[in-house]
């Protein structure tokens, strides 16, 4: 549905935007994020998250803190 309801371009976008979270996560070595974006991707192929605005939402905050706030190392 995703696919039909954006277009082509929007499908196209969607892809480099996942594969641009997942390389960056594996760059920066962020286990959580990459599960993150492991699991949201399989959820992608299942099920329509994106079009209700909770999925929306769900995945633009969680995916924010996980892949843009820095973890203090000690």
Not at 1 to 10: K, P
Not at 55 to 73: C, D, N, P, Q
Request: charged share 15%; aromatic share 18%.
């Amino acid at each position: 549905f995703f696919a039909t309801a954006t277009g082509i371009i929007g499908l196209l976008s969607f892809i480099r935007m996942m594969i641009y979270l997942i390389v960056l996560s594996v760059k920066r070595n962020h286990g959580t994020a990459i599960f993150f974006l492991s699991s949201s991707a399989i959820l992608f192929l299942t099920e329509n998250v994106l079009v209700r605005s909770d999925g929306i939402m769900y995945f633009a905050v969680i995916g924010y803190f996980l892949l843009f706030f820095k973890s203090e190392k000690k």
